[in-house]
C-alpha cells in the first residue's frame, strides 16, 4: 500500500473514534475527507464534491419534500389519530402484545420515517398500555424500539431508498418492490428474535403487582378518532402506489405525492393552511440540513478516500472475496450504529464509496446497498445510545441499557441472516 492509503487508513480510525466520542458527524466527516484530500494533493476536489451533493436533482427535492410532509403530519396530530386507530384493537393479548406492538410500530414506522419521531409518538400510547396490560416497563419499551426502523425503507420518501435505486438505475417503485419482501422477512425475524428473549429470558410478560404499583400509567388524553386523520399520513405512498400499478405513465413522482398529502391534510383539518405551510417548509429545511447535510459530508469524506487511492485497492481487493464485501456491509454498518446511536454515517460512507462497484465482485448494487441500509437501522435498535430507545426508555421509566439488552439478539441475528440472503 502506498503511504496515501496508509494516511486515509490513519484517518478512518481517527474517524470512527470521533464518531463513537459522538462528536458531530457532518463535521467529522467533512474535515475527515478534506484532510485527505489535502494529504493526496487535491485540495479542490472536496468542494466539488460538497456542491454536487448540495445539488443533486434526485435526492434533494424528494427528500426535502418527504421531510416537509413529515412536518406536516406532526403539526397537525394526524400521526396521533394512525396509532390510536391502531392501538385500540389491542388491549387483551397479553404475551402476544409484544410481537404484534413491534409489528405495529413497524408499519407506523413507514408513514413517519424519523426514529425518534416513531418512538416519541408510538411510545407516548403503546408503553402505558402496555403496562396496564401486564407488560413489563423495560419489555414495554423494547417491544416499541424494535419497529422503530427498517419501515420507512418502504417509504417512497426514504433517502436510502431513493439513493439505492439511483446508484442501481432502477425505477423508485421497482426498487422498493423488490426490496419489500426482503424488509418485511428481515425485520420479522428481529421482532421474532426480541420477542422470544423478551418472553422466555426476561418472562417481561409477567409483571409483578410489586412493578405495577411502582409505575402508575397516567391515562392518556381521550379523543375520537378521525378515519381521515388516521389515513392522511400514508396519502402520499398510496398514491405512488396506484400510480406505479395503474398509471405508470402518469408522471407522479415523491414531490408530487407528498404536496398532495400536505394539501389532503390542509382540506380535512381546521387550521388555517398558513400554519402548514409554515411546517411544510420548515420540515423542508430540517431535511436539507439533517439528512442532505449528511449526504453532502458523507460525499466529501468519500471524495477524500478516492483521491488517496483508498477506494480502487479496496474495491481491487473485494474482487478476489465477495464474503469480506458481505461481511463488510453488514457487521461494519452495524457495529457503527451499535458503538454511536446512528448508523448513518457508516451507510451512506459505504454506500457512496463501495456499492457502485459491486459488480465487479460478482454482486448487484441494490442487493449491496438494502444490506448496508438494513445492518445500520438493526445496528441502531440495538444500542442504549440510540435517540429512539433513549425515548422510549425515558417513557417507560427504565435504562436505555435495560431495552438493549432486550433488542440486541434479535437485531444481530437480523443482521446475519440479510447478509447470507441480499448478497
Known sequence: MT??????????????YALVKRIETRMVLFLAGLVMCLIAGSPVAPFKAFIKG????????????????????????????????????????????????????????????????????????????????????????????????????????????????????MELM?????GAPYIVGLFLVSAVGLALVCIFKYHDHQMTPEEMATFETAEATEFKVNPLKAIAPIIPMGILIVSAIWFPKAGVDVVMSMIIGVIFICLITLKTPGEFSKAFFKGLGSGYAQVIGLIIAAGVFVAGLQATGAVPAFIEF?????????????????????????????IWAFNQAVTPSAASFGMTSEGLGLL???????????????????????????SPIEVAKRTWAGMFAAVIVSALILV
Open 3 to 16: 503511504i496515501q492509503i496508509w494516511c486515509a487508513v490513519a484517518v478512518i480510525v481517527l474517524t470512527i
Open 372 to 398: 448496508a441500509a438494513l445492518a445500520g437501522q438493526f445496528g441502531r435498535t440495538a444500542s442504549p445510545l440510540a435517540g429512539a430507545v433513549i425515548i422510549v426508555a425515558g417513557v417507560a421509566r427504565v
Open 54 to 169: 448540495m445539488t443533486n436533482p434526485t435526492l434533494v427535492p424528494a427528500i426535502c419534500s418527504a421531510m416537509g410532509f413529515a412536518a406536516v403530519v406532526t403539526a397537525s396530530k394526524c400521526d396521533l389519530h394512525l396509532v390510536k386507530a391502531l392501538a385500540t384493537p389491542l388491549r387483551s393479548l397479553g404475551a402476544l402484545l409484544i410481537p404484534v406492538c413491534t409489528i405495529i410500530t413497524f408499519l407506523i414506522n413507514i408513514a413517519i420515517m424519523s426514529a425518534a419521531g416513531t418512538a416519541a409518538t408510538v411510545g407516548a400510547t403503546f408503553i402505558p398500555l402496555l403496562i396496564r396490560a401486564g407488560i413489563r416497563p423495560a419489555g414495554a419499551a423494547a417491544a416499541v424500539a424494535g419497529g422503530t426502523m427498517c419501515g420507512l425503507l418502504l417509504n417512497p420518501g426514504c433517502a436510502h431508498d431513493i439513493y439505492i435505486a439511483q446508484m442501481a438505475k
Open 318 to 346: 473485494l474482487k478476489h472475496s465477495n464474503d469480506i464485501a458481505r461481511w463488510g456491509a453488514s457487521i461494519g454498518p452495524f457495529l457503527m450504529a451499535a458503538g454511536t446511536g446512528s448508523g448513518e454515517a457508516a
Open 174 to 178: 421497482d426498487f422498493i418492490g423488490w
